[in-house]
C-alpha cells in the first residue's frame, strides 16, 4: 500500500511542478479543499489522492486539488461543518454525518454484510442510494462514493474461542449509539474513547480490548498489546466522499461529470485494494507475533443475533429503514 502511494506521490508531484502553465491560466486554477482524518497510507487518503489525481489529470490542471488528511484541517466534526459552509470544497469521513441525517449511520450497520463483494454491489446499487435519500436536501452536501476502510476485527490480550469469552469484557467503542448498543448486545463492558488512546488504556490495563479494521490494526501496532486477533468481522467501516452542494452546483456540466466519475473511479480503486490489504495485513500481524483466531458458525450466528438487536435503533429515527435493510439481500 505504502509502495503505491509513493508512486502515486510522485506521479502527482511530477504531474503539478512540471506542468507548463502559462501566468493567465494559472490565476484562473480553482482550489478544491479535501479533508480528511486518516494518516498516510490507510484507505482513506489513498482514496482521496486517487480523485484528486483523476480530476487534475481529465480537467488539465484547471482545479487544484488538495489532499489534508490526518485531521491537518481539524477533527471530523469541524472540518464536516466547514464543508457544510464552503469554507473547504470536500471532506472525507464515515458514519459521523449520521448526526446530520440518521440514515447515514446505516452504512455501518452490524452484520449486514457477508464479504466485501456483498457490500461492494449494494453500495453499488439500491442500498446505497436508499440510504442517501434526502441527505443532500438536508445536510448541504452531496455524496460522491462510499468505499471500504475495511471489516472490524476484535484484538484483545485473551483468545477468544466462544462468543462467551467476550461477555464482560471491557473494549474500547467509538463513542457512537449503534457501536455502544453492538457491545451491549454482546454482553461487552463498552468503554467509548478516541482511538489514538487505545494503545494506553491497553497498557494501563483499562480495557481488554476494542475492534478495528486491519488497517488502524496494522497501523497502531495493536497486535504487540493485544495480540488475539479475532476474526468477527462484525462491521464493516465504509466512508465517502462528500462535496459542498452550492460548491458542486457552481461547476459546469463537464466538470460536475468529471468530479462524479472520477469519484466512482477512485472508490473502485479502494475496493481493490481492500482485499490486497486484508491479507497483507494478515501477513503483518502474525510476523508481529500475533495470532490470527478464525471463529467457529456458532461464533458468527450469535454476532448475527447481536448485530440484528441493534437494528432497533433505526426503525425510529429513519422512515425507509426495513427497505434499507431489506435492499442488501438481492446483493447477496
Known sequence: MKGKLFVLASVLAAGILGAAVSPVYAAEKIVVKIAGMKPEGEPETVGMKLFAKYVMEATNGKYDVRVFPNSQLGKEDAYIAQTRKGIIQMCATGTQTGSLFPAMAMLETPMLYDSLDHAHRAMNGETFKLINEGFSEKSGLTTLNAFPLGFRHF????????????????????????????????????????????????????????????????????????????????????????????????LPPEDKK?????????????WK????????????????????NTPDPAFHEALVKAGKGTWKLFYDTVPNAKEILASVDQYR
Do not use: C, W
Not at 197 to 212: K, N, R, W, Y
Not at 258 to 270: C, L, M
Not at 273 to 287: D, N, R, V
Open 155 to 250: 484484538y484483545t490480550k485473551k483468545p477468544i474461542k466462544t462468543v462467551d469469552d467476550l461477555k464482560g469484557l471491557r473494549m474500547r467503542v467509538p463513542n457512537i449509539p449503534l457501536y455502544i448498543e453492538f457491545a451491549k448486545q454482546l454482553g461487552q463492558s463498552g468503554q467509548p474513547m478516541p482511538f489514538a488512546e487505545v494503545p494506553s488504556a491497553l497498557d494501563q490495563g483499562t480495557i481488554d480490548g476494542g475492534d478495528s479494521p486491519f488497517s488502524d490494526i496494522v497501523a497502531l501496532k495493536m497486535y504487540e498489546i493485544a495480540p488475539q486477533i479475532t476474526l468477527s468481522g462484525h462491521i464493516l467501516v465504509i466512508h465517502s466522499l462528500y462535496i459542498n452542494n452550492d460548491f458542486f452546483n457552481s
Open 258 to 270: 468529471i468530479f462524479v466519475d472520477a469519484a466512482h473511479r477512485s472508490a473502485e480503486d479502494v
Open 273 to 292: 485494494l481492500a482485499k490486497e490489504g486484508e491479507e497483507k495485513a494478515i501477513a503483518t500481524i502474525k510476523a508481529g507475533g500475533g495470532t490470527i
